[in-house]
């Protein structure tokens, strides 16, 4: 069954730099990749997502790349900034009725 | 605000007790979802609906128990319940119903403690 691996050790990076975050599947080559973006007590909002057959996807200071390969997306954050700490969770799915599966996220902090 | 909006915020119920979540979208859109998220652990999908019917069972117990009166309106009801079962319950909804085609806009989810 596919597994979503992403680092369980929180992220600590200083204000300005670039923070990038990892997520590895074990399994199928997912047809869709999402990214989001979780705060305590809160519900996971989206931030982007990337098909199979694309390499990169941009959104303002944010990049994804899809390597099937590697079977790995990373998560880039440019010019990171304290309100970037979150828990970021990378989530798969082969398409159709199967389930979007999401793995544990990886804690992000940027301290000033 | 995301469009998605779950009630109650918090509860604390017995493992005796019945109670419901209850789940309101008003993005038109065409798909629910319930999931659970347990401390340091990944989302684990229970119930999907694609409108207004259950299209996925995650092999959840049958102390949870899912309606959808319409597609707007999502509930989880809940009877003796474990203590293992204290989590936070989210709630997604997507206008797409194919399995991530497009994000899922979730609530703010209802973090359940069994006593």
């Known amino acids: 069954s596919q597994k979503i691996e992403q680092n369980s050790e929180a992220l600590n990076i200083q204000e300005g730099k670039t923070a990038t975050l990892t997520c590895n599947y074990t399994n199928y080559s997912p047809a869709y990749l999402q990214w989001y973006r979780q705060d305590p007590g809160r519900g996971p909002v989206f931030l982007l997502l990337?098909?199979?057959?694309?390499k990169e996807k941009r959104k303002e200071r944010l990049k994804v790349t899809f390597d099937t390969t590697l079977k790995q997306s990373l998560f880039h954050i440019t010019a990171s900034q304290p309100a970037d700490s979150a828990t970021y969770l990378c989530?798969?799915?082969?398409?159709?009725?199967?389930?979007?599966?999401f793995g544990a996220g990886t804690r992000l902090a940027v301290h000033p | 605000e995301t469009g998605v909006t779950q009630t109650p915020r918090h509860l604390v119920m017995g493992m005796t007790n019945k109670k419901s979540l209850k789940c309101e979208q008003h993005l038109g859109h065409n798909a629910m979802y319930w999931y659970k998220q347990s401390a340091k652990k990944p989302l684990e999908l229970m119930f999907v609906y694609n409108f207004k019917e259950q299209t996925e069972n995650n092999s959840v117990p049958s102390r949870f128990s899912p309606e959808c009166p319409n597609s707007s309106h999502l509930f989880l009801h809940l009877h003796t319940l474990q203590p293992e079962d204290s989590a936070l319950y989210l709630c997604?909804?997507?206008?797409?119903?194919?399995?991530?085609?497009?994000?899922?806009?979730f609530g703010s989810g209802t973090r359940l403690t069994v006593v």
């Open positions: 990337i098909r199979e057959n694309e």
């Open positions: 997604a909804s997507s206008q797409d119903t194919e399995s991530g085609r497009e994000g899922y806009t």
């Open positions: 989530a798969v799915s082969r398409g159709g009725y199967n389930k979007l599966i």
